[in-house]
């Protein structure tokens, strides 16, 4: 079974500074895809970036980018120049084979002003 | 916005009562996946279903039951509610186009069971 652990329950960052949120996931299939989302105090989950796994080069989408380590498992997002509506709930996610998805807890992420 | 919409969007029910959610999607796409989200927690898989037949089911009773209609629209049926029932229900549609994989969400019902 696959399994998405999220070791930081709650990080801070300055306004305009980078913060770095951690994912690591257990998995014995080869091909599978790799999601992070931020879901605000509102609650509507927002798709952040995307990451097949056969693809060598990392994600990026503007302000955020992953660091991609396939044989550690492990699949880190960063957030450059953070901004206060950066400020919500990340979650990482990951696809398998049959479209089912497994979530982490979630890393609560404040930007302060 | 996803394009998805769920309905209602609170909803108070009493333990052993029946409840549905709604689902709806602006692309009709033929798939839709429902989670639970407990409060502080990440969303957790409870079914898919693919042109109206169930397609994968997460760790969830019987009592957790579902439906896919023609124009792709889809509900949640939960019978003889449990108070560990109330939590946000998400559902999530739309396997992207152009092979990306990724699901987008709708906004959730918050059901509370007392």
């Known amino acids: 079974a696959q399994t998405v652990t999220q070791s930081q329950p709650e990080m801070s960052v300055q306004e305009a500074e980078t913060v770095t949120l951690s994912c690591t996931y257990d998995t014995s299939e080869n091909n599978y895809y790799l999601f992070w989302y931020k879901q605000p105090p509102s609650r509507q989950m927002i798709l952040v970036i995307r990451q097949e796994a056969y693809k060598q080069q990392n994600a990026t989408e503007n302000r955020f980018s992953v660091n991609f380590q396939k044989a550690a498992k492990s699949f880190s997002l960063k957030i450059s120049d953070s901004q206060l509506g950066d400020t919500a709930m990340y979650f990482c996610?990951?696809?398998?084979?049959?479209?089912?998805?497994?979530f982490g807890s979630g890393t609560k992420l404040n930007v302060k002003p | 916005e996803t394009g998805v919409t769920q309905s209602p969007t609170h909803l108070i029910k009493t333990r052993g009562q029946q409840v549905t959610l709604r689902c709806s999607s602006q692309s009709g796409h033929n798939t839709v996946s429902w989670y639970q989200q407990a409060l502080g927690q990440g969303p957790q898989f409870i079914f898919q279903?693919?042109?109206?037949?169930?397609?994968g089911r997460g760790n969830f009773p019987p009592r957790f039951s579902g439906l896919q209609f023609p124009n792709y629209s889809s509900e949640l049926n939960v019978n003889a509610l449990e108070l560990d029932d109330s939590a946000l229900y998400l559902c999530a549609c739309c396997p992207g186009t152009g092979g990306t994989y990724e699901q987008y969400f709708g906004p959730g019902t918050r059901l509370t069971v007392t």
């Open positions: 996610a990951f696809r398998d084979n049959f479209n089912k998805f497994y």
């Open positions: 279903y693919y042109r109206e037949e169930e397609n």
